[in-house]
Nanobody, 116 residues
Framework: QVQLVESGGDLVQAGGSLRLSCAASGIIFSRYTMAWYRQGPGKQRDLVAQISSGGSTNYADSVKGRFTISRDNAKNTVYLEMTSLKPEDTGVFFC??????????WGQGTQVTVSS
């Protein structure tokens, strides 16, 4: 049974920092591209950051320079370090695991709220 469990979401003031974690089980973690998506209130789910199995990263323009994605294959965990948070970063953050074959798994999400 595949599980992606996010944690670390919280209420934080603008300018603050948070670290999200996503612990995976039931998959060969090191083979998967891992990503964080954000779904703001009334909005679609958008890609925030992605890290490939080889460690290559890419970021949404809105978070470049503020967010850092990393992975620890020994712990089957992907992280999202978020700094200089803005109210527009508010949303539910979802972890996604994917393979080039098209297999995709999602976590249940963790709420991040940034107050102004």
């Amino acid at each position: 049974q595949v599980q992606l469990v996010e944690s670390g979401g919280d209420l934080v003031q603008a300018g603050g920092s948070l670290r999200l974690s996503c612990a995976a089980s039931g998959i060969i973690f090191s083979r998967y591209t891992m990503a964080w998506y954000r779904q703001g209130p009334g909005k679609q789910r958008d890609l925030v950051a992605q890290i490939s199995s080889g460690g290559s990263t890419n970021y949404a323009d809105s978070v470049k320079g503020r967010f850092t994605i990393s992975r620890d294959n020994a712990k089957n965990t992907v992280y999202l370090e978020m700094t200089s948070l803005k109210p527009e970063d508010t949303g539910v953050f979802f972890c996604r695991a994917s393979l080039p074959t098209g297999r995709i798994y999602w976590g249940q999400g963790t709420q991040v709220t940034v107050s102004s």
